[in-house]
């Protein structure tokens, strides 16, 4: 047997039934080959010191498989992900990547792999969205593959999901706007409904609040986390979407004059509650005290939107309702984008476009008036 040499040189070994098994040692690795020829064997010698040298040799040898991987990757990357986030990539990851790739090594995982599942995807029924979804969820794993040296490439990069048409924004008119306020006067989660219109705020953001988040003498209330139900945790406290998320919010009269209203009926269903009343400090709670299931505030909103025969619409329609109305009234989309807590004026842009033309046609009547028309 041919003695083993050092670090990036190999050996290669005749074997009797005419094969040749070639032997390299690499970053401390003893990697082998079997080829049909003696100049195979030199080529992949050849071709593995390189990507040694390259960084591009996968650090378990490539025997890693898709699955294993995605339950490694996704142990890892939970406590830097939200709930939702994490039932949601749980949710993908078991139904639909698993099933698909799940054998694969890692190292064989190609783009047309990637390609040919986007398209039956959407062949049986799933929407262009749901399988973006599972492709950004795929880039972002293998991105992470790359970097922890396990695959030389994202060959995500290379495959290309379905177009997703840009979803229709649904929102009241101004008319239907004040006969849902006018008709839900006196109701149980008034404060809650006029806070989501008037100011734009996000089903979570609304049930996270507390009484101490509320300047009453400015008018002001501060958003400092969100409440929301998960499956993997039930109802969970985190942080807001994002940096702009924790914004501050000035509250229009008519929302402080409910907001002093259900804080006294809250005092009375404290008192009628008795041992039973738990303390969270919430502002929007259930009769005793713990914080509003999200689904149970949607089918509440849904209930009285149709007792006054209004389009039907989800609780999130209310913040593109106040978005839309704010917009078509000349506000600034720059005061729409803090108020709303988007990332970029850009995002409220794109998301509230259907507003633009009528503002444009503002802008033109507005340029008639200073210039004339010639």
């Not at 507390?210 to 406290?237: N, P």
């Not at 004059?257 to 259930?286: M, P, V, Y």
Request: proline share 6%.
């Amino acid at each position: 047997m041919p003695k083993e040499k050092g670090h990036g040189e190999g050996t290669i070994t005749p074997k009797a039934n005419g094969t040749f098994l070639a032997r390299v040692r690499v970053d401390g690795q003893r990697l082998s080959h079997i080829a049909k020829t003696e100049r195979e064997a030199r080529r992949w010698i050849r071709e593995t010191v390189t990507k040694s040298e390259q960084g591009l040799l996968p650090a378990d040898k490539g025997k890693v498989t898709v699955e294993a991987f995605l339950d490694q990757w996704l142990k890892a990357s939970i406590p830097s992900l939200r709930p939702k986030t994490v039932d949601l990539y749980e949710y993908t990851i078991r139904l639909h990547l698993k099933p698909a790739f799940g054998r694969l090594r890692l190292t064989d995982l190609r783009p047309d792999h990637l390609q040919t599942f986007y398209s039956d995807k959407v062949a049986s029924g799933l929407s262009p969205r749901s399988v973006e979804i599972m492709h950004r969820l795929m880039h972002r794993v293998l991105n992470d593959a790359v970097l922890w040296r396990l695959v030389p490439r994202n060959v995500a990069d290379a495959a290309k999901p379905p177009k997703t048409p840009k979803p229709e924004i649904r929102a009241w008119t101004p008319e239907q706007a004040r006969h849902f306020l006018d008709g839900i006067s006196g109701e149980r989660l008034e404060a809650l409904h006029k806070m989501a219109i008037y100011c734009g705020m996000r089903q979570g953001e609304l049930l996270g609040l507390k009484w101490e988040d509320l300047d009453w003498k400015a008018k002001r209330i501060q958003i400092r986390r969100l409440v929301h139900r998960t499956v993997s945790k039930g109802m969970t406290t985190g942080e807001p979407k994002t940096a702009r998320s924790r914004r501050p919010i000035m509250l229009p009269d008519t929302v402080v004059d409910s907001l002093r209203r259900w804080s006294i009926r809250q005092k009375e269903e404290r008192l009628l509650a008795g041992s039973l009343w738990q303390d969270t400090g919430h502002i929007f709670t259930s009769r005793v005290g713990t914080a509003l299931e999200p689904h149970k505030v949607h089918a509440d909103f849904v209930r009285l939107s149709e007792s006054l025969a209004l389009p039907r619409i989800r609780f999130h329609d209310l913040r593109h309702t106040c978005a839309s109305l704010l917009l078509s009234q000349g506000v600034h989309p720059k005061v729409v984008q803090e108020l709303l807590g988007h990332g970029s004026i850009a995002l409220t842009m794109d998301t509230y476009s259907h507003v633009l033309p009528s503002m444009q046609e503002e802008a033109v009547r507005a340029m008639e008036r200073v210039l004339g028309a010639t």
